[in-house]
């Protein structure tokens, strides 16, 4: 139990588009939901916190129109990096927390590569 | 502020062999504790936490983690370890009753047969 996914696992797109990276709890509800952002060789940095049907919080530093996170369900958050360019390139990763728990489950990532 | 340091950035060890990978944080008050075990291709997987209580905790796949509050340290622990718990390993701290988690910079684990 406790598996969460992420759709795509990788990604390249051209500088100035779009993408969508998806995030699902898929056996439990998760009314909280994490993205995170991994350079090579460092630390995961939270970028923002989702709540199912409300506004997302972002951290300091993180550009709230660049990063659109949407968490329409209690399975589902979505990360759109818009206006994509090479210095987006990063390993996203969103985590979910079990509606009741105190344990974040973490999706496997997304490597997103802007050319 | 809250930060986490590991200080190892690679450790090779030989598969048999006792592991002990380095955890110190930064916090005002005890914090919650974790440890996090990435693999390849895998989402982090929950090794231990701590919140509170006991300062010896024990996890999952035989690691273990010894809270020490005087040195501000959380390092985790295996005995022997197996080729299969080659991976990276990230010791994080989270404040009670936030959601957040501050992730230390990981440790990379190799073991040679």
């Known amino acids: 139990g406790a598996v969460v996914s992420q759709h795509p696992s990788r990604v390249i797109c051209k500088s100035g588009t779009s993408v969508k990276i998806e995030c699902r709890s898929l056996d439990f509800q998760a009314t909280t939901m994490f993205w995170y952002r991994q350079f090579p060789k460092q630390s995961l940095m939270l970028m923002a916190t989702?709540?199912?049907?409300?506004?997302?919080?972002?951290e300091q530093g993180v550009e709230k129109d660049k990063f659109l996170i949407n968490h329409a369900s209690l399975t589902l958050s979505t990360l759109t990096v818009t206006s994509a360019h090479p210095e987006d390139s990063s390993f996203y990763i969103c985590s979910a927390r079990d509606v009741g728990f105190d344990e974040q489950y973490f999706g496997p990532g997304t490597r997103l590569t802007v050319t | 502020a809250q930060s986490v340091t590991q200080p190892d950035i690679h450790i090779t060890v030989s598969e048999g062999a006792s592991l002990e990978l380095r955890c110190n944080y930064s916090?005002?008050?005890?914090?919650?504790l974790f440890w996090y075990v990435q693999s390849p291709g895998q989402g982090l997987q929950l090794l231990l936490k701590y919140f509170s209580g006991d300062t010896l905790v024990q996890g999952i796949k035989g690691f273990e983690a010894e809270f020490k509050r005087s040195q501000s340290s959380f390092n985790l622990r295996k005995p022997s370890v197996h080729w299969s718990d080659a991976a990276e390993y990230f010791c994080?701290?989270?404040?009670?009753?936030?959601?957040?988690?501050?992730f230390g910079t990981g440790t990379r684990l190799q073991v040679f047969p």
């Open positions: 916090y005002g008050a005890t914090p919650y």
């Open positions: 989702s709540n199912e049907g409300s506004k997302a919080t972002y």
């Open positions: 994080a701290v989270g404040a009670p009753n936030t959601d957040k988690l501050i």
